[in-house]
């Protein structure tokens, strides 16, 4: 989302004010004397958790199962792996 600079003093007094706004994505950079000194920053959620908040929002339309790895595009003939090939066709 964004990132805001807070000094340390307004971070005290307004604690859960900004708090609620990292729990939004915000991250803080904690400055004193105007100095960077720290930074505050929401803690990742797993990709399922964000995808069923997609959901609930009305962004994805998801049943809820894993995905399955994609099939290859391509495939190659003989023994030789595709990077051998490419290798092969820069020389």
């Given amino acids: ?4 600079i ?3 003093r307004e971070l005290r007094a307004r604690l859960s004010h900004h708090m609620n706004r990292v729990k939004g994505g ?3 950079v904690i400055t004193e004397r105007g ?17 069923q908040e997609m959901v609930q929002a009305g ?3 998801w049943n809820g199962q894993k995905f399955a790895p994609p099939s290859p ?3 190659t003939r003989g ?4 990077a051998e090939l490419l290798l092969g ?3």
Avoid: C, F, Q, W
């Fill in 1 to 4: 989302m964004a990132e805001r």
């Fill in 6 to 8: 807070v000094g340390l």
């Fill in 26 to 28: 915000d991250t803080l």
């Fill in 35 to 51: 100095k960077p000194v720290g930074r505050i920053v929401p803690v990742k959620t797993s990709l399922e958790t964000r995808m």
């Fill in 59 to 61: 962004l994805l339309a």
């Fill in 73 to 75: 595009v391509a495939r």
């Fill in 79 to 82: 023994e030789r792996t595709v």
């Fill in 89 to 91: 066709n820069r020389e």
